[in-house]
């Protein structure tokens, strides 16, 4: 799900971050002074990574990151305390909303039943849901999964309905237990024009939209004969034995150990925005941690979940080409079906797909081959932060994080 921009969110207000060391669990050799070791990526290196993260995201927010690898213990760093009114440091296994993240999740579920021969990439929208994309120039007849999973359908992202945006920044308290089904907020897209609509031959055109994936989730639905929550528990959660991952639905509550996260109102009232079900379709509504998040992805490009031709299916990508917005907070990579593919300056290239929330900010990647993951996860606790620039930030860190070595080696 992505939320309002930055220049349209409210401002976020918290006491300011306390800087936390890092756990003893993660110590290598570089911190013990081993030669050979300071060429690699280690607790020191994304804690300075860390600290840049922090400062990009306006100086106060609260940030937890964890890097997994083939051998050793994870590394993990922290900055922040877990309420506005405490000094208790940010917990290890903090939960949180991973908001976009879960058309990952979503996009899996799909190809997996499209492995079963339960429904095919090439099917349109029409065909499993007729009538529900029609009106105003959309055309549910020329829109296949396939477009909605890799974001060329063209349909108008119901997150940027007035309305919508109305409700998200000025009355959060008043919708904060929002319980508005997939399809009504479809419907809401439907009232607007599509940015474009998919023709058979033409060159192929990118834009960001939410609401492709709440078809997907619906689709999923008619394709698995289950509620899209129960096939995403299903066929990955259990599978996997995420134990700290959920699908909450309807229910505003996160799991505990968690962090806090605050906006202002209009009347400059700060408001705790940690409970709520705003988040609660395929776009949104999973619940994980960094270390489930790297289990995740790491299970994913390690061939766990998908048979291999789906598994090359979800990395075909596109370029990016109708969303300004997208554009220029990441400018680097391409779009598979619920994957970025961004290159890694030490060659090759690593998969991510960001998330971005009411005050949580999610950033997972995976190396193409899966043996090393990372996930930074940020809390907001002032002004929302700038995507361009924490994007940059993040981007150094997963970077570093994935050619394990230190930006000081380059």
């Not at 055309?139 to 890799?150: A, S």
Request: charged share 25%.
């Amino acid at each position: 799900m992505r939320m309002p921009s930055t220049k349209k969110a409210a401002v976020v207000v918290l006491t300011a971050a306390l800087l936390v060391p890092a756990s003893p669990m993660a110590a290598t050799a570089a911190t013990a002074g081993h030669p050979a070791a300071r060429h690699h990526y280690d607790e020191e290196a994304l804690r300075r990574d860390l600290a840049a993260v922090r400062e990009a995201g306006g100086g106060d927010v609260n940030v937890l990151a964890r890097v997994d690898g083939p051998h050793g213990a994870p590394l993990l760093a922290r900055i922040g305390t877990r309420t506005a009114d405490s000094t208790d440091p940010i917990p290890w296994n903090a939960h949180f909303r991973v908001a976009s993240t879960t058309k990952t999740f979503t996009a899996t579920v799909v190809l997996q039943l499209a492995a079963e021969k339960r429904l095919s990439l090439d099917d349109t929208v029409e065909h499993w849901l007729p009538g529900v994309v029609a009106g105003n120039g959309n055309d549910g007849r020329r829109i296949t999964v396939r477009d909605l999973l890799r974001q060329t359908s063209g349909l108008y992202d119901y997150i940027d309905d007035p309305e919508i945006q109305d409700r998200l920044i000025n009355h959060f308290e008043e919708n904060r237990y929002d319980t508005t089904p997939a399809a009504d907020l479809v419907a809401v897209a439907m009232k607007h024009r599509p940015l474009f609509v998919p023709r058979p031959g033409g060159a192929t055109r990118w834009a960001y939209s939410n609401t492709n994936y709440l078809l997907a989730g619906m689709i999923a639905e008619k394709a698995g004969g289950a509620s899209w929550r129960e096939l995403v528990e299903r066929r990955v959660i259990d599978r996997l034995g995420l134990r700290d991952t959920s699908v909450p639905g309807l229910d505003p509550r996160l799991p505990d150990p968690h962090v806090n996260a605050y906006l202002t109102g209009p009347d400059g009232t700060r408001i705790d925005v940690t409970e709520h079900s705003l988040q609660h379709t395929a776009d949104s509504g999973v619940v994980s941690t960094t270390a489930d998040l790297n289990t995740f992805f790491r299970a994913l490009a390690g061939g766990r979940l998908l048979p291999a031709e789906q598994w090359r299916e979800m990395r075909r990508t596109v370029r990016r080409t109708d969303d300004p917005e997208d554009l220029a907070e990441m400018p680097e990579g391409t779009y598979g079906l619920g994957l970025r593919k961004v290159p890694l300056s030490c060659g090759g290239h690593y998969y991510l797909h960001e998330g971005d929330g009411a005050g949580v900010n999610t950033r997972p990647a995976v190396s193409a081959d899966g043996r090393r993951a990372v996930t930074v996860s940020v809390t907001t606790t002032t002004a929302p932060p700038d995507l361009a620039a924490l994007n940059r930030a993040t981007g150094a860190l997963v970077d570093h994080a994935l050619c394990d070595r230190p930006a000081t080696s380059r």
